[in-house]
């Protein structure tokens, strides 16, 4: 394909020499941004999201700390334990169903761990065939994009369920 056809995001120059922190672990989640209020668990492409999502709810002054997963097998329970304490809630975001994926993990990670039980959102595509469309307007529609998400959230931190 020509190169034209693909984002530059996608595009790797084999040509350069591919460095990583002297502390990469590809098994550990990495702290996204640092929050107060809530945690959010996001991976692969929908961090773009998540991060967004995180900028719209600090316009408004709650404080998300957004998260990426890395693996989920083996799943970093350490690290999920630690982003979760002092959280008032968990919300999830994943480019998968919710059934099996990463959001269902860390709730029986919570459910396992009394100390950790707090209320926790999956956003995740709905158990069916998505019609084809845009990303975005595919996003939009199922209340994944960035704006729904910030909504969602905030509905939880006032004590409503979305």
């Known amino acids: 394909f ?9 595009l790797l120059d084999l040509r350069k020499k591919i460095s990583l922190p002297k502390n990469y ?3 550990q989640v990495e702290r996204l941004t640092s929050g107060k209020d809530a945690v959010l668990f996001t991976e692969a492409c929908m961090i773009d999201n998540a991060l967004a999502a995180a900028d719209l709810l600090q316009k408004e002054k709650i404080s998300l700390e957004v998260i990426k997963v890395r693996c989920l097998r083996p799943l970093d329970t350490a690290g999920i334990n630690r982003a979760i304490r002092g959280k008032k809630a968990v919300f999830t975001l994943e480019n ?3 059934r099996g994926g990463m959001g269902e993990m ?3 990670l919570l459910n396992g761990h009394p100390a950790l039980k707090r209320p926790i ?3 995740a595509y709905p158990e069916k065939p998505i019609e084809h469309g845009s990303v975005a307007d595919i996003e939009r529609k199922y209340q994944l ?3 729904s998400v910030a909504r969602q959230i905030k509905t939880v931190l006032k004590g409503r369920r979305p």
Do not use: Y
Request: proline residues 12%; hydrophobic residues 40%.
């Open 25 to 27: 672990n590809p098994f």
């Open 145 to 147: 994009d960035a704006s």
């Open 96 to 98: 998968h169903v919710r």
């Open 106 to 108: 860390i709730a029986a």
């Open 2 to 10: 020509p190169k034209k056809d693909f984002p530059n995001r996608m």
């Open 121 to 123: 959102e999956i956003f």
